[in-house]
């Protein structure tokens, strides 16, 4: 099995410093020697310091063209590393002569990586909006930005309305379970299988499953 790795961070500093580099190769180390069939060759790895907003990274161009080339697979750590955009993400899938995987989701197959780009780039989108109107609410009110207080108070209120967040993207997948009697710890263990992760990117517990279920029914009570 050959492989074409490819790493990415965002900014100049962090490209500098190797602050993310170490994580990603890491985790490629880690696919390598647990998921890859042996033996293996990495054929090049490629480094790229540029946002993951840009669909038109000259670096990741020449690492897909040059996997098609050799018959490779392109590995990268997270889905993320490879484009923020799911429209992006799925021109890849949809290239026959393209074959990617991601480390951290190592048994993942192309749909359940499609669910995981849609859900975090719904995510992006809602945290950019939720940040504005936080910003443009604190100013009508007259409110001082950048207080200490009202830093600690925005942050509180953005991890509420994250956390609601998450939990009403996954709610469409956990709900048909729990009407079922599917219990917390079954219905964990299939997130898991999915390689669904949760917000702060780790795995499912029953007690993860039931404080969505729980948020949930906050949720639609207060709308009452």
């Given at each position: 099995?050959?492989?074409?790795?490819?790493?990415?961070?965002?900014?100049?500093?962090?490209?500098?410093?190797?602050?993310?580099?170490?994580?990603?190769?890491?985790?490629?180390?880690?696919?390598?020697?647990?998921?890859?069939?042996?033996?293996?060759?990495?054929?090049?790895?490629?480094?790229?310091?540029?946002?993951?907003?840009?669909?038109?990274?000259?670096?990741?161009?020449?690492?897909?063209?040059?996997?098609?080339?050799?018959?490779?697979?392109?590995?990268?750590?997270?889905?993320?590393?490879l484009s923020r955009k799911?429209?992006?993400?799925?021109?890849?899938?949809?290239?026959?002569?393209?074959?990617?995987?991601?480390?951290?989701?190592?048994?993942?197959?192309?749909?359940?990586?499609?669910?995981?780009?849609?859900?975090?780039?719904?995510?992006?989108?809602?945290?950019?909006?939720?940040?504005?109107?936080?910003?443009?609410?604190?100013?009508?009110?007259?409110?001082?930005?950048?207080?200490?207080?009202t830093k600690t108070n925005?942050?509180?209120?953005?991890?509420?309305?994250?956390?609601?967040?998450?939990?009403?993207?996954?709610?469409?997948?956990?709900?048909?379970?729990?009407?079922?009697?599917?219990?917390?710890?079954?219905?964990?263990?299939?997130?898991?299988?999915?390689?669904?992760?949760t917000a702060n990117g780790?795995?499912?517990?029953?007690?993860?499953?039931?404080?969505?279920?729980?948020?949930?029914?906050?949720?639609?009570?207060?709308?009452?």
């Open positions: 099995m050959e492989y074409i790795t490819y790493l990415r961070v965002s900014t100049k500093e962090q490209g500098k410093s190797g602050l993310g580099l170490e994580a990603q190769k890491r985790d490629i180390r880690l696919y390598l020697d647990n998921y890859s069939t042996t033996p293996y060759k990495v054929i090049e790895e490629f480094i790229e310091v540029d946002s993951g907003a840009n669909s038109a990274r000259a670096t990741l161009n020449e690492a897909i063209n040059l996997s098609k080339k050799h018959d490779a697979t392109l590995l990268v750590a997270k889905l993320d590393r799911v429209s992006f993400i799925a021109s890849l899938m949809e290239d026959r002569k393209l074959n990617f995987k991601v480390a951290t989701m190592p048994h993942a197959d192309p749909f359940q990586l499609h669910i995981y780009a849609a859900l975090a780039e719904q995510e992006r989108e809602f945290i950019s909006k939720r940040t504005k109107a936080a910003l443009a609410e604190a100013k009508s009110r007259g409110t001082r930005l950048g207080g200490l207080r925005e942050r509180n209120v953005a991890k509420r309305k994250q956390a609601d967040q998450f939990a009403q993207n996954l709610w469409p997948i956990i709900e048909p379970m729990t009407l079922t009697s599917v219990a917390y710890s079954d219905i964990a263990k299939r997130l898991n299988q999915m390689n669904v992760q780790g795995m499912f517990w029953a007690s993860t499953v039931g404080n969505i279920v729980k948020r949930m029914h906050q949720l639609a009570t207060s709308k009452e």
